[in-house]
C-alpha cells in the first residue's frame, strides 16, 4: 500500500515538473510574475517555471504588426469635414512595459492617432490636405513614436489610406477632373491632327522633291543619251573619213561618193539641186545629171 502511495507521489511531482516547462517560440517575449510581481521577461527558448509560485503574466509577440483603424472625422482649418483611415505598423520593444505601462495598447494607439490626425489637419485646408499625404504621413509617425516610448511600443511608420471629403466636395472635385481630362484629351487630339497634316505636308514635300528629282534625272539621261548618239555618229564619220583616206580613193571613188550623197540629198524635198561645178565637167558619168528639179508630190 505505501509503495502504491509513493509511486503515485512521484506520478504527481513529474506531472507537476513536466508541466511548469516552458517553451517559448521564437520572435515571442513571456512575461513572468513570481507571487504577482513581475520577475522576468522569457525570451525564445526552455525555461522553467516554479509550480504556484510563478505564473506567465503576459505572452508578447516581438513581430511589426499591422492595426487598420476606422475612418475618423476631422475638420480642416476652412471648415471642411471628412473622414481619414490610417494604418499604424508598429512593433513591441519592451515587453515589461508594454504589459505594465497602458491598459489595451492598441485602443491607446488608436486614441492616440486619431486626436494627432485632427491636430495636424486642424492646421491645413482642404487642397493642402488631399495633396500632402506624406507630411501627415511623417508628422503623424514622429508624434506616436514618441509617445508610445514609455509603453515599449516602436511605431514604424503611419499610412494615410483613404481621404474621404463631403459628398458636394466629391461631386465638385470629380466635375473639375472630368474636365480637365476632356481638356487633355481635346489638346492630345489637337496635337495629333496637327501631327497629322505637318506628315502629310512633309510626305507631299518630298513627293514633289522625288518627282522633280526624277524628271531631272530622265533629262540628264536623255541629255547624256543624245551627246552620245551625237558623239557615236560623229566617231563613226571620222572613222569612215579616216579608212577613206587611208584607202587613198581615185577621182572616180570620190566622184561616185559624191553622187551617192547627192541622191541621199535629193531624197528630200528640196525643188532644186545646183551640182558643183567640179561635178559638172564628168560629163560620162553624170550625162543625165545636170539640174535635178523635182516638185513635191502630191499627197494621196
Not at 38 to 66: C, M
Not at 86 to 104: A, I, M, N
Request: proline share 4%; with cysteine; glycine share 4%.
Amino acid at each position: 500500500m505505501e509503495l502504491i502511495i509513493f509511486l503515485i507521489f512521484v506520478v504527481l511531482v513529474l506531472l507537476l515538473l513536466v508541466t511548469n516547462i516552458c517553451v517559448v517560440p521564437q520572435a515571442t517575449a513571456y512575461v513572468v510574475e513570481r507571487l504577482g510581481i513581475y520577475h522576468d521577461t522569457w525570451n525564445a527558448g526552455l525555461h522553467f517555471k516554479i509550480p504556484f509560485l510563478e505564473r506567465v503574466a503576459k505572452k508578447v509577440s516581438l513581430k511589426e504588426q499591422v492595426v487598420d483603424f476606422k475612418p475618423q472625422p476631422v475638420i480642416t482649418r476652412d471648415n471642411v469635414t471628412m473622414q481619414i483611415d490610417t494604418v499604424v505598423f508598429f512593433q513591441v520593444t519592451d515587453s515589461k512595459l508594454y504589459t505594465y505601462g497602458v491598459e489595451r495598447p492598441l485602443s491607446a494607439i488608436e486614441n492616440l492617432s486619431a486626436t494627432t490626425l485632427r491636430n495636424i489637419i486642424g492646421d491645413m485646408e482642404l487642397d493642402h490636405t488631399l495633396t500632402s499625404r506624406d507630411v501627415i504621413n511623417t508628422k503623424i509617425t514622429t508624434t506616436l513614436d514618441e509617445a508610445t516610448d514609455k509603453w515599449g511600443i516602436k511605431v514604424n511608420r503611419v499610412e494615410v489610406k483613404n481621404i474621404i471629403p463631403p459628398p458636394e466636395i466629391q461631386d465638385a472635385m470629380e466635375k473639375q477632373m472630368k474636365a480637365e481630362r476632356l481638356r487633355r484629351e481635346s489638346i492630345l487630339r489637337a496635337e495629333g491632327e496637327k501631327r497629322s497634316a505637318v506628315l502629310v505636308a512633309e510626305g507631299e514635300k518630298e513627293s514633289a522633291i522625288l518627282r522633280a528629282d526624277a524628271v531631272r534625272e530622265q533629262r540628264i539621261r536623255e541629255a547624256q543619251g543624245e551627246a552620245q548618239a551625237m558623239m557615236t555618229v560623229q566617231q563613226a564619220l571620222a572613222d569612215s573619213i579616216k579608212l577613206l583616206n587611208d584607202a587613198a580613193p581615185n577621182d572616180k571613188v570620190l566622184t561616185l561618193k559624191s553622187l551617192e550623197a547627192l541622191a541621199k540629198v535629193a531624197d528630200g524635198k528640196a525643188t532644186k539641186i545646183i551640182i558643183p561645178s567640179e561635178l559638172q565637167n564628168l560629163g560620162s558619168l553624170v550625162t543625165s545629171i545636170k539640174e535635178i528639179a523635182t516638185d513635191p508630190k502630191p499627197e494621196q
